[in-house]
């Protein structure tokens, strides 16, 4: 199993992990009682970010690069969640005639979905650093001019990945171009 394969299959778990651990505290923590608490259902639900969130970070941080913008852009979609949550748990609350346990739970939910979402688009890498990175594997690397994929040694000058076909000429004209850019900064 590579490294990568890996990583999917722990990410795909994130879900059920995270059920898991909401469930868990459900029934052994806060089950004795009766149906949970406003109070006891927001504690629950900062126990499961801080559960997801490490587990997130702690499974991407190596393959992300931290750039100020990166971190800037993960600090903004943190906020946009607890935004989104709030938003949902005041709708929830207002259609279920002021039912707030409910608001809290099903807003809470929606708070780990959307900041889930938004880590992938600003954590993923950009076309420019994809070129950048094919570039460090050696000299003699033509990349795709739209994602940056590696299409060195293929026999035909139409990219695999994103499907744009280009001339031979276009090619050797974005790739020069890129490699300016990039001695540039
Ligand atoms: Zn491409």
New binding site residues.
């Given amino acids: 199993m590579t490294k990568l394969v890996a990583r999917l299959i722990l990410a795909m778990l994130i879900l059920p992990v995270a059920g898991a651990v909401f469930l868990f505290m459900a029934f052994a923590i806060f089950g004795n009682t009766g149906p949970p608490s406003a109070l006891s259902l927001s504690l629950m639900w900062l126990v499961e970010y801080a559960v997801i969130g490490t587990y997130w970070v702690l499974l991407w941080r190596s393959t992300v690069r931290w750039t100020r913008e990166r971190l800037l852009g993960t600090f903004g979609v943190t906020l946009a969640a607890l935004l989104c949550g709030g938003i949902g748990a005041g709708f929830i609350v207002e259609v279920s005639h002021e039912d707030i346990a409910l608001g809290i739970l099903v807003g809470g939910g929606l708070v780990p979905i959307v900041w889930v979402f938004g880590t992938v688009l600003v954590w993923k890498e950009t076309s420019q650093e994809r070129f950048e990175r094919v570039k460090s594997y050696g000299t003699d690397t033509v990349s795709?001019p739209?994602?940056g994929?590696n299409m060195t040694g293929l026999k035909e000058a139409r990219?695999p990945?994103?499907g744009?076909s280009f001339t031979v000429d276009e090619l050797l004209t974005a790739q020069q171009n890129r490699e300016e850019e990039l001695e540039q900064s």
């Fill in positions: 795709c739209v994602c994929y990219c990945e994103c744009g």
